[in-house]
């Protein structure tokens, strides 16, 4: 995953638990605004999500976070 789909996945994941508490669950779609603008990053996103590691559509914010930094 490139450096700046990781840097988006952590901020939202930070900006949705501040949000909602650290039970919140999200999809990759949460990385993308409504109109697909950046086709190639929804499709690393949803490759990384779906392929490389087989989640379920929606996960736990902090489960993704922790996976992110990791590096998975």
């Known amino acids: ?8 996945a952590i901020a939202v994941c930070d ?3 501040a949000q909602k508490g650290e039970n919140v669950g999200l999809s990759f779609y949460a990385f993308f605004a409504n ?10 996103a949803a490759t990384w999500w779906i392929k490389t590691h087989q989640l379920d559509h ?3 914010a902090t ?8 590096g998975l």
Request: a positive charge; proline letters at 3%.
């Open 15 to 17: 900006k949705k638990i």
């Open 35 to 44: 109109r697909n603008d950046d086709p190639d990053m929804l499709m690393e």
């Open 1 to 8: 995953m490139r450096q700046t789909l990781r840097a988006k």
């Open 63 to 70: 489960k993704i976070r922790e996976m992110v930094e990791a």
């Open 58 to 60: 929606f996960e736990k």
